[in-house]
T-cell receptor
């Protein structure tokens, strides 16, 4: 069992609302990446944080924003929710830049937008 | 934009047979290629990875091959077992520090028939 945790487990929001998802990285890990996984699809890379700075971003609009704290935990914020934002949101942590080091995924937060 | 194509989308094999899943990537700067296994309702787990300076890597029944010229990499599972049944994703990491991107394939649902 990996040490990456995410909260909440499930979330239901209404279109137009804002949501914050949280990720606690595994002890000793300084890199967190966020992914969106729609049903039946592969994870889509949102962005990566390395030592509190954004270190890469996928093709997601600015209403998807993030933050990494000094303890390397991270938040994903999504503003102006749309129906298509319904998905499983996964975070993954690594002890250094992912790609140099293996990523460990958390269990995910399932977001439903109605 | 960058993309990773994965084939086949579904694959059924008899227990003990081999399974091969193929991926093609478009970003020539990609330098890290992990494979993940995702069981129903669970988080993706890394099963094997390969870097661009290596052509082949093996770990017991699992092997990955990389052809940089063709921008093609494959997962080989030998002596398949029912517990190998899952969805498998390939991914490619491209970019440089500050602009990293992870692109996942669309997944292959492998069913091993007992």
């Amino acid at each position: 069992e990996t040490g990456v945790t995410q909260s909440p487990t499930h979330l239901i929001k209404t279109r137009g609302q804002q949501v914050t998802l949280r990720c606690s990285s595994q002890s000793g890990h300084n890199t967190v990446s966020w992914y969106q996984q729609a049903l039946g699809q592969g994870p889509q890379f949102i962005f990566q944080y390395y030592r509190e700075e954004e270190n890469g971003r996928g093709n997601f609009p600015p209403r998807f924003s993030g933050l990494q704290f000094p303890n390397y935990s991270s938040e994903l914020n999504v503003n102006a929710l749309e129906l298509d934002d319904s998905a499983l949101y996964l975070c993954a942590s690594s002890p250094g830049l992912a790609g140099v080091y293996e990523q460990y995924f958390g269990p995910g937060t399932r977001l439903t937008v109605t | 934009g960058e993309n990773v194509e994965q084939h086949p989308s579904t694959l059924s094999v008899q227990e003990g047979d081999s399974a091969v899943i193929k991926c093609t990537y478009s970003d020539s700067a990609s330098n890290y290629f992990p494979w993940y296994k995702q069981e129903l309702g669970k988080r993706p787990q890394l099963i094997i990875d390969i870097r661009s300076n290596v052509g082949e890597k093996k770990d017991q029944r699992i092997a990955v091959t990389l052809n940089k010229t063709a921008k093609h990499f494959s997962l080989h599972i030998t002596e398949t077992q029912p517990e190998d049944s899952a969805v498998y994703f390939c991914a490619a990491r491209g970019g440089t520090s500050g602009t990293y991107k992870y692109i996942f394939g669309t997944g292959t649902r492998l069913k091993v028939l007992a």
